[in-house]
């Protein structure tokens, strides 16, 4: 209940708040609707779920994503990225709350910390006092009780297990028109734990904690490798490397969270499906072999409809490196490469 009750008077503050900072940049729309047409540009499904400015899950999106053109423009002028820092690590606690994860007084005093901070930040010294009480009364009640748990009200039927805020009956989905997308988006680095907690995944804390880190990576970066959202759950939890076994622990993860692999083993979130998504984007932080083959037979169809090519397959795979600014193909290139004309002709 105590971190519902943070939660949403974050939520209060945050809509007025971002309406406000975007207002110059929204040509009259209300700040909602741009962050609906960026998903449409990205490929996302947009009708598994209303878009509303009071969902905390949208508004956060809002401070941590790229907005188009605008970039991230609550970070302007400001080399920490501090809002949106609070805001990825809000996402993570956010997304966990509505999994009906279970809080122990660490995690909700974590969240209320963060929410403090985020509230200061913006200005919203009233509601941050308020959240400071709470925090006292947390406090105090771990003064008598060594284990409070502060997880979610079991009354509190709106956060179904697995399912979203403001979710809307499922509705087909309309293929994306065949494009470029001029950036891709990284998701943004946190440090929620421990070393020591990775090391304890037969822990359900842990266990919740990658999953949520799971499913927030791939539904900033999707479709996206594996082997990297392995690599970003380990740097969240302060690994630079990861040996075999936990890598193997991680990702024995995915299965527990609400993304699907495709038949090449990338990670796509439930929003998006590749039979229609029809986009590809920029190599960005990505190494090319981080590319799904899928995308990369998107980015075939944009070699061949653009110019209207039906070139042999290896004068493909020249045009496409070529695109990607690489020359060299290695042996696990050209591998890759297999895949990816193996996947635009079966189209």
Request: glycine share 6%; aromatic share 6%; hydrophobic share 35%.
């Amino acid at each position: 209940m105590t971190v519902s009750r943070v939660l949403d008077l974050v939520s209060k503050e945050l809509d007025p708040y971002i309406q406000e900072r975007l207002t110059p940049y929204l040509g009259g729309l209300h700040w909602i609707n741009i962050l609906q047409q960026l998903d449409n540009a990205r490929g996302k499904n947009t009708t598994l779920w209303v878009y509303k400015s009071s969902d905390l899950s949208m508004q956060l999106r809002v401070l941590t994503e790229r907005l188009g053109n605008l970039g991230y423009p609550f970070d302007s002028q400001d080399r920490n990225r501090t809002c949106s820092s609070y805001g990825s690590v809000l996402r993570l606690i956010r997304n966990r709350w509505a999994h009906n994860d279970e809080f122990q007084a660490f995690d909700a005093l974590q969240a209320i910390e963060i929410s403090y901070a985020l509230l200061i930040h913006i200005g919203a010294n009233e509601t941050a006092s308020a959240v400071s009480d709470i925090r006292t009364d947390l406090l105090d009640s771990m003064g008598k009780n060594e284990n409070p748990s502060a997880g979610p009200d079991e009354s509190d039927t709106r956060r179904a297990k697995g399912e979203r805020s403001g979710t809307s009956e499922t509705k087909p989905e309309n293929p994306s028109s065949l494009g470029y997308v001029n950036d891709c988006e990284e998701w943004q680095q946190v440090i929620i734990g421990e070393q020591s907690e990775l090391d304890s995944m037969r822990s359900v804390r842990t266990r919740e904690m990658v999953r949520s880190l799971i499913e927030d990576i791939v539904d900033v970066e999707g479709p996206v490798s594996p082997a990297r959202v392995a690599r970003l759950v380990g740097q969240a939890f302060g690994f630079s490397r990861l040996s075999k076994t936990r890598i193997a622990q991680i990702t024995r993860q995915y299965q527990n969270a609400e993304v699907t692999q495709d038949q090449n083993g990338f990670l796509w979130p439930r929003s998006m499906t590749p039979e229609n998504w029809r986009i590809f984007r920029t190599l960005g932080h990505r190494d090319f072999l981080e590319i799904s083959p899928h995308e990369l037979a998107n980015a075939l169809d944009f070699l061949c409809n653009s110019e209207n090519k039906r070139d042999s397959p290896d004068k493909l795979r020249k045009e496409l490196l070529k695109l990607y600014g690489r020359k060299r193909e290695t042996s696990e290139i050209r591998k890759h490469l297999d895949s990816v004309i193996a996947s635009h002709q079966s189209r």
